[in-house]
Structure formats: structure tokens, C-alpha cells
């Protein structure tokens, strides 16, 4: 039996490009993905989109929530699948073989969770790389230095969010951050690094929508590794800085 991929996408007002993600959805090769969409009752014709792509979908919920992480929530306690991950609806996997390459990488028994890299791209052209996020290796102490995997290419065995919960909602911004630094840290994963591209995310989220914004996600993070007791402001720091790297270095090729 195939190892089956659960892909949550939350959706609020994405009707210009909500389209697109689930095409990506369903031009993936991996022939066991369950496709789940938590709309947050959108009011700009997100609705009738995902209406239209209903038999494409295993589930559909549209009704109102408290954020984007309440959102991913409902959608991980609904699915099904072997593993779950996430394709924001801003977002497109980088090629029809993504999810085949998470797939591989989860045959080891021993692997509670894969990530890759991912490329920012511009918000009305996705052809046009912005930003490339070369996550690495995981490594002991990497935690403590600020490092974390691109959230959108992290996909875990359903029965990690079983055993170290979810989203934790009291965060509005880094509650990935922290759910990684609890997976990763107090959790003790075993990951597995696939060095290529799996996600093209659009610039303009939440995080650094405005100054406020990112005043707010630095004092999440702070809150995230208090929590956690990994890191402290120097970790913060580091963690802001090595994203400047990620505007100079070239992005592969697109496959």
C-alpha cells in the first residue's frame, strides 16, 4: 500500500490565486494525496472556486475561524493520511514530483518527519524567485543558533500531532515556529533533508505584512523559545539574520 500524503490548505479571500494551488494539488505524480481546504467563510468569491474543484477534494469546510493556525488545526484533526502537510492557498509545489520526493523520504520506518528548501517568489509573477530558503541539515544545537526548516515544506506521520499536539493558537504569527521547536526539541524527531525545492511561496504573509507585524513575530519567537527552553536573544538574532543570505544566493533552476 502507497503511503498516503494529507495536504491541508486554510483559504480566507485567495480568489485570485486560491485556483492555482489546488491545480498543484492535483498535478502532483504521488497517487495517494488527500486533499483537504478550511475556508474561513471567505466573502471575494473563494467559495465558488473551491465549490467548482469539490470532487477533487476529500474535504471542504468553509465556516469562520480564529486564524490561519485554527484553520491548519481543523484540517489535521480531519485527516486521514499516513503524513500531513501543508500548501498555503498563495502557494504552488515547485514540481508535479514534490510530494513523490516527501513520499520517498518517509519509506524509512525510522523518519517522523521530512522537509526541503523553498523559494519566495513575487506575488502577481510566481516564475520570479525573490528569496531562496536552503534549509541544510538538521543538526544537534542548530535549534539554539536560530535555525528552522521552511514551515510550507515540513511534513510529519500524522501520528506525531497524536502523540506532541497541535498548533498552539495563543501564537497568531510563529505558532509553526513553535510547533517545530517542540517537534524538533522536546520532541526528539528523527528528520529527514531533501535538498531541493518543494514549495513557491508569494510574498505578502502576515509575518512582515507591516513594521507591527514584525515586531509581533519577534516576540513570538521569543515567547516560542521561552516555551521551549531552546534559545534566547542571541538564538532571535541569529534567527533574523541569516534570512539576509536568502535574498543573495541563486535559486536551481525550476524543474
Same mark, same amino acid.
Given at each position: 500500500?502507497? /503511503?498516503?500524503?494529507?495536504?491541508?490548505?486554510?483559504? =480566507?479571500?485567495? +480568489?485570485?490565486?486560491?485556483? *492555482? #494551488?489546488?491545480? @498543484?494539488?492535483?498535478?502532483?505524480?504521488?497517487?495517494?494525496?488527500?486533499?483537504i481546504v478550511i475556508d474561513g467563510a471567505s466573502t471575494d468569491g473563494?467559495?465558488?472556486?473551491?465549490?467548482?474543484?469539490?470532487?477533487?477534494?476529500?474535504?471542504?469546510?468553509?465556516?469562520?475561524?480564529?486564524?490561519?493556525?485554527?484553520?491548519?488545526?481543523?484540517?489535521? /484533526?480531519?485527516?486521514?493520511?499516513?503524513?500531513?502537510? =501543508?500548501?498555503? +492557498?498563495?502557494?504552488?509545489? *515547485? #514540481?508535479?514530483? @514534490?510530494?513523490?520526493?516527501?513520499?520517498?523520504?518517509?519509506?524509512?520506518p525510522a523518519v517522523d518527519a521530512v522537509y526541503g528548501d523553498l523559494v519566495y517568489v513575487r506575488q502577481q509573477d510566481p516564475t520570479q524567485v525573490v528569496r531562496y530558503w536552503r534549509a541544510g541539515r538538521f543538526k544537534p544545537g542548530c535549534l539554539e543558533q536560530g535555525w528552522m526548516p521552511p514551515h510550507p515544506t515540513f511534513y510529519v506521520r500524522r501520528s506525531v500531532y497524536e502523540r506532541l499536539g497541535l498548533f498552539d493558537t495563543r501564537f497568531r504569527i510563529s505558532a509553526d515556529y513553535?510547533?517545530?521547536?517542540?517537534?524538533?526539541?522536546?520532541?526528539?524527531?528523527?528528520?529527514?533533508?531533501?535538498?531541493?525545492?518543494?514549495?513557491?511561496m508569494r510574498l505578502g504573509g502576515i509575518s512582515n505584512e507591516s513594521v507591527s507585524s514584525m515586531l509581533r513575530k519577534s516576540r513570538e519567537d521569543y515567547a516560542a523559545m521561552r516555551i521551549n527552553a531552546i534559545g534566547g536573544m542571541q538564538a532571535l538574532l541569529r534567527k533574523n539574520l541569516t534570512k539576509l543570505p536568502q535574498f543573495v544566493r541563486r535559486a536551481p533552476d525550476t524543474v
Open positions: 500500500m502507497s /503511503l498516503k500524503i494529507s495536504v491541508v490548505t486554510a483559504v =480566507f479571500n485567495r +480568489a485570485g490565486t486560491v485556483a *492555482e #494551488a489546488l491545480a @498543484s494539488v492535483q498535478g502532483q505524480t504521488w497517487p495517494s494525496v488527500e486533499h473563494t467559495l465558488p472556486i473551491l465549490q467548482a474543484h469539490r470532487d477533487q477534494l476529500a474535504v471542504l469546510v468553509s465556516e469562520p475561524d480564529q486564524g490561519i493556525y485554527d484553520a491548519l488545526n481543523k484540517g489535521i /484533526l480531519r485527516a486521514t493520511g499516513d503524513v500531513v502537510g =501543508f500548501l498555503h +492557498a498563495d502557494d504552488l509545489f *515547485e #514540481a508535479p514530483g @514534490s510530494l513523490a520526493g516527501v513520499a520517498a523520504a518517509f519509506a524509512d513553535e510547533c517545530i521547536l517542540r517537534f524538533l526539541g522536546r520532541g526528539g524527531l528523527r528528520v529527514a533533508y531533501l535538498p531541493q525545492v518543494l514549495v513557491r
